[in-house]
């Protein structure tokens, strides 16, 4: 098969990105590490500017009967608690079902998955891309464009990880809880705090963010982990007591918020790979997914003839900067003062006072509608 592009990594990213390219005309072949459907790491939070591009890209939303989450409840380890309506609100999804439904359209609209799948490689040659994998037919092939949408953690080959400064560890399990469908809450414990919201079926999603040098000392065992840190917040330890799993836990190491390189060596990256939103925000997968339609845009003018390489890269910078600065900005500051007990008693306060504090900050953290394919794409040139 000769490809116009590949797009390493399937998650919300990839997969978007991948679904725009093959929707324009253009042979896509995306590589995914793991096989679908699989559980990631995530709160599952949607934001509400997403849905509109979920529904253009053919994900059914609103006839999935998925939570619509409204309200947010704060608490914090001494009983202090905030509650409130999010200005903008969110649906509750899994990963598990999310991603595979796009994967199933990609596949439909005849992109090629290769999932079960690592990059291992990439080289830049006179008339594009290489790219190497561990598939026993596709181990190499080339491409006109490549885009890396490989996650918080990038490959080896990539050499950037800096594993120097500790980050945060995510865990996340489905439970059954007895909370509103409506209400997504937040729980903060020494070192982390806990998220927890409806996703589809009935079931709800826990996930927390954890300070990796706690999870060290802990030697990662999860269960001790839960009972001296999380515990300390008594919702959080009824919680745990209480609601039944549904799923096992997974994990993920090496969360960090830096900015981070926009593209290398021919390669644009995307979603978290570009730069990671802190979650309390509920934020990165409209992140994910608006990173996605900006890449795949200038991508497209790109594989036109449009515009050059260069350019490719230099307007793609231009305008992910432009979309996602401010509430970068705005969020890592709520990630700081969640991560001191102190300033987060004061926060909580100040949102009691105070609540139009708390829907400004919500406002400042979240963008507007994801501007649909076929809307975005300009050249800096013009
Ligand atoms: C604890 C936690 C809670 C969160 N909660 C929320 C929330 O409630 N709401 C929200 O909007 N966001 C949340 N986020 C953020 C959200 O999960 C991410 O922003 C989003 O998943 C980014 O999508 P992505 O496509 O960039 O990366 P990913 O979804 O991570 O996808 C990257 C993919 O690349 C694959 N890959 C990696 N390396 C290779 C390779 N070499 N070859 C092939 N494939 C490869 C991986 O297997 C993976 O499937 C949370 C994050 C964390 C850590």
């Not at 439970?175 to 409806?198: M, N, Q, T, W």
């Not at 997968?285 to 339609?293: F, I, N, P």
């Not at 260069?310 to 793609?316: E, L, N, P, S, V």
Request: aromatic share 8%.
């Amino acid at each position: 098969m000769k490809a116009d592009a590949a797009i390493l990594g399937g998650g919300l990213a990839g997969l978007t990105a991948a679904i725009i390219l093959q929707r324009s005309g253009y042979q896509t072949i995306l590589v995914e590490k793991k096989v679908y459907p699989f559980h990631k790491v995530c709160g599952e939070y949607l934001s509400l500017e997403s849905e509109p591009l979920l529904r253009w890209l053919g994900i059914p939303t609103r006839q999935m009967d998925l939570p619509v989450l409204r309200k947010l409840r704060i608490t914090e380890p001494s009983g202090l608690s905030f509650q409130g309506n999010l200005p903008l609100g969110g649906i509750g999804i899994s990963r598990y079902l999310l991603d595979y439904e796009l994967k199933k359209i990609l596949e439909k609209e005849g992109g090629l998955v290769l999932d079960g799948t690592s990059a291992t490689g990439i080289t830049q040659t006179e008339e594009g891309i290489e790219i190497r994998t561990n598939h026993p037919q596709y181990d190499r092939f080339g491409v006109r464009l490549a885009l890396g949408a490989f996650g918080r953690n990038k490959p080896g080959f990539l050499q950037e990880e800096d594993r120097q400064r500790s980050g945060f560890i995510g865990v996340k399990r489905h439970v059954k809880a007895d909370i509103p469908a409506d209400r997504i809450e937040l729980h903060h414990f020494p070192g982390g705090y806990c998220g927890i919201s409806a996703i589809e079926n009935g079931a709800y999603c826990l996930c927390y963010l954890l300070d990796e040098g706690i999870s060290k000392e802990q030697k990662g065992n999860l269960e001790e982990i839960e009972r001296r840190y999380l515990f300390q917040n008594p919702v959080l330890a009824r919680y745990l007591a209480e609601f039944e799993p549904l799923t096992g836990r997974v994990s993920t190491a090496g969360v960090m918020f830096r900015p981070r390189p926009l593209s290398r060596d021919g390669l644009l990256f995307l979603g978290d790979s570009a730069g990671m939103i802190p979650p309390l925000a509920g934020n990165g997968m409209s992140m994910a997914l608006h990173s996605a339609v900006l890449a795949a845009e200038i991508s497209g003018l790109y594989l036109s003839g449009q515009i050059t390489l260069k350019q490719w890269a230099k307007d793609y910078e231009k305008q992910w900067k432009s979309a996602f600065s401010i509430r970068l900005r705005m969020a890592g500051n709520l990630q700081h003062i969640m991560e001191n007990p102190n300033f987060t008693r004061l926060t909580l306060r100040s949102f009691r006072l105070f609540p139009a504090l708390f829907s400004l900050s919500a406002r400042l953290t979240h963008g507007s509608n994801i501007p649909l394919p076929g809307s975005t794409a300009k050249t800096g040139n013009k």
